[in-house]
């Protein structure tokens, strides 16, 4: 997946680690996108 994403296996450490809170849509995007995916972000009303 990493070389998928363009990215080194540390990065998607990170990106797979739960308490890390510096994911940013872009690289949510990348990883979806490397596995044939997309975002779809839906606000609803409470």
Do not use: C, H, Q
Not at 3 to 13: E, W, Y
Not at 21 to 39: F, H, M, N, P, Y
């Amino acid at each position: 997946m990493a070389k998928k994403m363009r990215t080194s296996r540390a990065s998607l450490n990170r990106l797979l680690d739960e308490n890390d809170t510096s994911l940013t849509l872009t690289t949510l995007a990348a990883a979806a996108a490397a596995l044939g995916r997309r975002i779809k972000l839906e606000l609803t009303p409470v």
